[in-house]
């Protein structure tokens, strides 16, 4: 799995490239919480994510508790069809704000 974090104005932007499962999660979730300021956003760009674990989920929605702790919101974009179906089945896709493309995530 490879991530890139980037950072434009209050978007914290996380591209990850691969799998997101149990070995990948603790240096990951290590390095974004660590950049989560408060009123901070997080966006995901999962256009290259082939699969993901409930490590992975679990990461997902830990970050989703410290950016709306902070007043942010926190976007998954591009979600591929083979993980969208583990977010369908646990529900996880319920508490979190999927949008079809990153062009499309908003932070108003």
Known sequence: MAMEVTTEGNVLKVAIDGRLVAAAVPGMREEILGRITVGMNVLFDLSKMIHIDS???G???QVLQKVKAGGGKVVLAALQPGPKIVFDITKVSRVLDIVPTVADAKFE
Request: glycine share 16%; net charge neutral.
């Open 59 to 61: 990461m997902l929605v």
């Open 55 to 57: 490590s992975g989920l």
